[in-house]
């Protein structure tokens, strides 16, 4: 009789061998193309958003479309990895993906608010895709004008690679922009907090005032244009 260490390993080896070859990394537990394969479309981009909440700053979206034979490994809800991870699948997802990135502006956000602008930039990011799409999967509950048939999928950055994809694109991107600002404008820690109202940010305001990038509909931020 067979030990059972190596009735296991046969097993498992002709397993494998029966399972037909997939193309890219295996995904368990985390964003799939499941909701992609559901539209039956072989075009389908994801689309998120980064800074909806800060003081300070742009919104940024942007639009991903995946090459599903070629992708990074690892792609996830922004929020869940840290900013080396996001920092490093941003570069890979530039060398293999579509991408376009759209940014709405402080002006933008105080004459239209915050979730037109947010709608604005997806618009925005999906104009700059480099192909044209036949679907677009929205993170969230509201969906921009594009010539594009779409679906709104709340929590979607954490459930479609697409969108997990277009979620890394618009934070690193955001991110980058804001550290970038920090050094026209020290003091603000725009470097660490990237324009949420963080303690030092809030002090800022305080001692150091308002700034052209401050988003004035904001409540903290028309307090202390007001004092």
Not at 62 to 73: H, I, M, S, T, Y
Not at 107 to 120: C, F, G, V
Not at 124 to 147: S, Y
Request: with cysteine; aromatic share 6%; proline share 5%.
């Amino acid at each position: 009789m067979e030990p059972m260490t190596d009735s296991l390993t046969l097993f498992r080896d002709k397993y494998r061998e029966q399972q037909p070859k997939q193309a890219g990394p295996i995904h368990v537990g985390g964003p799939s193309f499941e909701l992609e394969d559901q539209t039956a479309l072989d075009l389908v981009c994801g689309i998120d958003e980064a800074g909806r909440g800060p003081l300070a700053g742009p919104v940024v979206a942007a639009a991903v479309l995946l090459d599903r034979e070629n992708f990074p490994e690892g792609l996830n809800d922004s929020k869940k990895l840290t900013e080396l991870r996001r920092e490093k699948l941003y570069e890979e997802l530039l060398e293999c993906a579509q991408v376009g990135v759209g940014i709405a502006d402080v002006a933008e956000i105080d004459t239209i608010n915050i979730l037109q602008a947010s709608l604005l930039a997806m618009a925005r990011a999906f104009e700059a895709l480099p192909v044209l799409t036949k679907f677009a999967l929205i993170d969230g509950i509201h969906a921009p004008k594009i010539e594009c048939k779409t679906a709104c999928v709340k929590g979607g950055d954490g459930k479609s690679l697409s969108i997990a994809a277009a979620s890394i694109i618009a934070k690193v991107s955001r991110d980058r922009y804001m550290r970038a600002l920090s050094l026209d404008y020290p003091g603000y820690g725009w470097d660490s907090n990237k324009g949420y109202g963080s303690a030092q940010h809030l002090a800022a305001l305080k001692y150091l005032g308002v700034t052209p990038h401050h988003r004035a509909t904001f409540a903290p931020v028309r307090e202390a244009m007001g004092n």
